[in-house]
């Protein structure tokens, strides 16, 4: 589950992205927007939603500032931003969803899309996805998330893999090298013991359990220990296996024997933001878009926080974001929209990868908040870029970038939310139980979701 | 159920036509609103508990597919078994608890409007900001709660992280927010006890306890009734406290069926699912509240 | 769909007397009683005993103590916890004053959550749903209770009926209508008639009022008929002044359950220039540090504060009009 407010943290590390535009700048139609063929030849007019929100009043700026230049450039096209605050609010969104009121280009959550493609609700893009020039560099695990067999579905916006988000002046306080973070479970172990050491209310290591987050980052873990939460035709749960019970044992291990995962569990999203926040939580499961989140809403700053790789992973669950199509579009909207989308935000050095205005705007530049392009030309360029204009310290996420160049993109399993839903009962159990019984917990766990897999085929 | 009774107009059948006429002009505006926002909506709740639609194509009827995956989930019986069991810590704590605060607040002479005034004030917030607010509290850490129990040289509780005490944390919150209602309305009614009642007790020689048994509970028997059944329908449609402070955890402990029912529609998109769910909830609740309504009907004749 | 009223067990009346009711029939046991002279339980003899009023003094400190640390001190806490620093937040064990009185938290809070925009909104939100609700469920009652036309009783049935619907249930359906109104075909999202509609559909109201009208005396309106008024001059001219106590009962019950609502001005408002305060509120919860937050709460807790302050007497006088036993 990516839950609600990511949107926003997303929105806001738009700015952080980094592309390079073929080498040639920012003028827009340099080789990279097609303005030409697919250019609306009568007006039409489009609803796109997560335009950033008044209390980000920068990044808005910026957004108005997109819409205006695109239209100028197709005047026949007319953009109607839709701000909510935040983009996606669970309980209004399936309603939304169900009654149709969704943008003609509306957010989604990586979470939330093979629900929306198996019923329906979103508009198959394939015939006129040959407008978009930057599909072809894009890595194909990222855009997998939006396929259906050979069918298109959406674009993807952002993207990234999981790692882990440390606190270094934590780590300096506890006696440990914040240049050299953990890189096995082990070490995560004992630097955790190390933070909690330092008195109480501080947590060497955080976990969520709560809100369906719980199975999201078990999930998260299990991939990252080469496990699999389903079987390949996704009919059977499968992670009842070595690496799921590794994953509780793990946790079992520092919330009780070392007791450095704090008393308060049943977290939920912002919950563990807010510990990082306030400087007393050592380290989490995340992506650089937590100290994103952190940075903005919850008082961190920036130089406080490193990113480092999943320890021992080989495999990272993939999260991120994109637009779909109101099923109701009509291919001049649809047109429309996947020119916006290109100028907006696939394109390198315009839109969210237009790093310079960032900077200029006082805006952090520098995480390493999204890969679509990989090792590709875009994607080198895009480095190139974020480390050009950067203003926070490259350094500190120096470890994720290194250590996630060899470690494969995973998608989330189908039904995504009811397996967490089960899962958190699992993860919340091993962390307020002292007795919690992982096998019997992980069996209780695969006869629910293969229930559910069956009932739902 | 026909009324044609003008009891001083026999044969007046023009113009009972005519006062029928007025009535249904005052009560159009009326029927709309409920037709629309009321009627309409539960049959058309009704119907989809018994459909399996996502509003883009057409429903097709599934007849009692929802009711089975509802009740093959694991979460089922747990939801059930919450609801009545907060149901009936709520009662316990929520029900005695302001009945006894009023006998006490009737006694006193002093401070009572202050006393008023902060008893009922926790009703006046919004349950977001109470369930909010305790939420903080309950953190074991830094949390207030635990910081007093310290101070007192208690162990510290878990309050809501250990599936013993979840579901009485939240009755807590429910308690705390919902207490004021009832206190004031058991004042009221025993301001309203004839004080020759008591005065005779006093005299048979009945000591407080008994005056209470055989006096005071008598008298307000009707509103005690009442107040038990209004009580039972509010607190078995228990939502926003694990909604906001548990999610449904540790371990299901705090799922309760409207908890349930919200994820299935809001959070697995699965109206159906939800709709049976409803359906079933609202069977249970129209028991109670038929109940309450055959009460205060005995009690209006 | 009867937000509020039906979940959050708010306050509820059955007036089975209407206390100001016009030239009272005669009644079983009425006693206004003047506070001095009213006798509880223990008798005025045994608190005049030395013994009596210790005893009275004890248990008087007793309650106003345990009141106040049970209902006044979380207040006490939310509006100093919100001047604490995060850091401060998470320190063991807390501190009772905050570290330094610094008021800004309370301006960053007003900012961040746009609190003009939202406080408007509501404002406008309870008063429509209040002249609504009013006018359509004023007319309603007196109709089913002095017009009594055929299948009267069956209508109020059907109206009752759907107190016991949890709003939960009918959420999406309801969703659904407000969205897309059968057969008329307008779509009140983002509008206040998606408040202000299904707050007048309250069946709670309705039986509160015709609970009451049912006691006005039959010869007040039929003196007013024989002078030749009609329903609804009757309704205006007779009926209503002798209703004032359970009108303010009723919109002070739709004002407080509009400011109560949550889920469903969450579905129906979903843009954020449009939502009431407790929505907002909420909605901003998860992107803010605590201290930032408990300045919200604090925030969205005052209108409510306020009104109560201002309102107690019609709100208690409410509870109290209900609760008498005839």
């Known amino acids: 589950m990516k839950p609600r407010n990511l949107a926003i943290l997303l929105t806001a590390g738009l700015a952080l992205a980094a592309a390079g535009c073929g080498g040639s700048g920012n003028t827009p139609g340099a080789g990279s927007s097609p303005a030409g063929p697919a250019a609306a030849d009568a007006p039409v007019t489009i609803s796109v939603g997560c335009q950033p929100p008044k209390s980000n009043p920068k990044e808005r700026a910026q957004w108005d500032a997109d819409v205006a230049a695109f239209q100028k450039l197709h005047p026949n096209i007319t953009i109607e931003s ?5 983009c996606i609010v669970p309980e209004t969104f399936q309603a939304k969803l169900a009654g149709g009121e969704m943008e003609d280009l509306f957010y989604v959550y990586y979470t939330d899309v093979r629900k929306i493609i198996a019923s329906g609700q979103a508009a198959d893009i394939t015939p006129y996805a040959s407008t978009l020039t930057t599909l072809k560099d894009m890595r194909p695990d990222v855009i997998s998330v939006f396929k259906e067999g050979e069918k298109l579905y959406g674009v993807p916006r952002t993207n990234y893999g999981t790692g882990l988000v440390y606190n270094r002046k934590l780590f300096t306080q506890a006696g440990l090298d914040p240049d050299a973070p953990p890189k096995t479970w082990a070490e995560v172990q004992a630097a955790a013991k190390k933070i909690a050491a330092l008195g109480p209310g501080y947590v060497g290591y955080g976990e969520y359990s709560a809100g369906n987050t719980g199975g999201w980052h078990f999930t998260s873990s299990l991939y990252g220990r080469g496990g699999d939460m389903v079987t390949p035709d996704g009919k059977k749960a499968a992670f009842n296996s070595p690496e799921g019970k590794a994953v509780l044992e793990n946790l079992k291990q520092m919330r009780w024997t070392d007791d450095s995962m704090g008393t308060k569990q049943l977290l939920r999203w912002e919950d563990l933001m807010r510990m990082m926040g306030s400087g007393r939580l050592g380290m989490m499961i995340g992506a650089p878009d937590v100290v994103q989140a952190v940075n903005n809403d919850f008082k961190g700053k920036f130089e406080d926080y490193g990113v480092t790789s999943l320890p021992e992973a080989t495999y990272s669950l993939s999260g991120g974001d994109g637009y779909m199509f109101n099923p109701k579009a009509t291919p001049e909207q649809i047109k429309a929209g996947l020119l916006w989308l290109e100028y907006r935000f696939l394109t390198p050095g315009q839109g969210q990868f237009d790093y310079e205005r960032a900077k200029n705007d006082g805006l952090p530049v520098g995480l390493p908040a999204t890969d679509l392009y990989g090792a590709t030309a875009p994607g080198q360029k895009i480095n190139e870029l974020r480390t050009q204009f950067a203003t926070v310290p490259v350094d500190h996420f120096k470890p994720y970038v290194d250590g996630t160049a060899n470690v494969q993109f995973k998608l989330e399993p189908p039904k995504a939310q009811e397996i967490y839903a089960i899962l958190d009962t699992a993860m919340s159990a091993v962390l307020t139980r002292q007795d919690a019984n992982i096998d019997q917990l992980l069996s209780d766990a695969e006869k629910k979701v293969d229930t559910m897999l069956a009932r739902s085929s | 159920m026909t009324t044609m009774t003008t009891r001083r107009d026999p044969g007046g059948f023009r113009r009972a036509f005519r006062r029928n006429l007025t009535a249904y002009g005052f009560l159009c505006a009326a029927l709309i609103c409920f037709a629309f926002f009321s009627w309409y909506p539960m049959v058309r709740e009704f119907l989809l508990s018994f459909q399996k639609t996502n509003f883009v194509g057409p429903a097709e009827w599934v007849g009692l597919d929802n009711f089975r995956t509802v009740i093959e989930d694991s979460a ?51 349950p977001a900001v109470a369930v909010l607010l305790f939420k903080w509290f309950y953190d074991p850490g830094p949390g207030l709660f635990n910081q007093i129990l310290g101070l007192a040289h208690l162990p510290a509780l878990s309050w809501l992280d250990s599936t013993s005490t979840a579901l009485i944390s939240l009755v807590l919150v429910s308690t705390w927010m919902n207490l004021g209602t009832g206190t004031l309305i058991y004042l009221a009614a025993l301001q309203s006890i004839p004080s020759d009642l008591y005065e005779a007790a006093e005299l048979d020689g009945a000591g407080l306890l008994r005056r209470v048994w055989h006096v005071t509970i008598p008298q307000t028997k009707l509103i005690l009734l009442v107040m038990l059944l209004l009580q039972i329908v509010a607190t078995m449609q228990v939502f926003i406290e694990p909604y906001l402070l548990t999610g449904g955890g540790p371990e299901n402990a705090t799922v309760t069926v409207a908890y349930l029912m919200y994820q299935y529609a809001f959070s697995f998109g699965n109206f159906g699912g939800g709709g049976a769910l409803g359906l079933m909830l609202m069977l249970v609740l129209m028991v109670f509240s038929a109940v309450y309504l055959r009460v205060s009907r005995d009690d209006a004749n | 769909m009867s937000h509020g009223t039906v979940q959050d067990s708010g306050p509820r009346l059955r007036p089975s007397r209407p206390p100001l009711a ?26 005049g005993t030395t013994r009596g009023r210790v005893i009275y003094w004890i248990v008087l400190s007793s309650v106003v103590l345990g009141f106040t640390a049970v209902f006044v001190f979380p207040l006490y806490w939310m509006v100093t916890g919100a001047l604490k620093s995060p850091d401060e937040l998470a320190r063991i064990p807390p501190s009772f004053f905050p570290d330094e009185l610094n008021f800004d938290v309370y301006a960053e809070a007003w900012d961040q959550l746009e609190l003009g925009t939202f406080l408007r909104n509501t404002v406008i939100y309870a008063a429509g749903a209040w002249l609504f609700t009013l006018a359509i469920d ?24 759907t107190l016991m619907i949890p709003p939960m249930v009918i959420l999406l359906p309801a969703y659904l209508t407000v969205k897309d ?34 006691s006005i005396p039959r010869e007040l309106l039929e003196a007013a008929s024989i002078d030749g008024a009609g329903p609804a001059r009757i309704l205006w001219s007779v009926v209503l002044p002798v209703s004032r106590p359970i009108i303010g009962v009723v919109s002070i019950l739709a004002v407080v359950g509009v400011w109560k609502d949550f889920v469903w001005p969450l579905l129906v408002l979903p843009d954020s220039d449009k939502m009431p305060i407790s929505v907002g509120i909420s909605s901003l919860s998860a992107q803010m540090p605590q201290n930032v937050l408990m300045a919200a709460l604090v925030i969205a807790s005052i209108p409510a504060i306020v009104i109560f302050f201002v309102f107690q007497r019609s709100i208690m006088a409410g509870l109290t009009a209900g609760s008498l036993k005839g």
Not at chain 1, 82 to 86: G, H, I, S, T, W
Not at chain 2, 102 to 121: I, K, S
Not at chain 3, 22 to 47: D, I, M, N, Y
Not at chain 3, 186 to 212: D, E, V
């Open chain 1, 82 to 86: 839709k701000d909510a605050f935040p």
């Open chain 2, 76 to 126: 089922f019986p747990a939801a059930w078994l919450n609801t009545a069991a907060f149901t009936g810590l709520a009662l316990l704590v929520g029900y005695a608890v302001p009945f006894v605060i009023a006998l006490v607040l009737n006694e006193l002479r002093h401070a009572t409007a202050y006393l008023r005034f902060v008893v009922y004030l926790p009703v006046m917030l919004p």
């Open chain 3, 22 to 47: 016009p030239p009272p029939a005669p009644e079983k046991r009425r006693r206004k009683a003047p506070r001095q002279q009213f006798r509880g339980l223990v008798s005025p003899h045994t608190l």
């Open chain 3, 138 to 161: 004023v007319t309603a009652a007196y109709a089913l209770s002095k017009l009594r036309p055929v299948l009267g009783k069956a209508v109020l049935g059907l109206m009752l009926a």
């Open chain 3, 181 to 214: 109104l059968p057969i008329l075909g307008f779509n009140l999202i983002n509008t206040p008639w998606a408040i202000w509609l299904p707050a007048a559909a309250n069946g709670f109201f309705i039986f509160l009022l015709k609970r009451f009208f049912d």
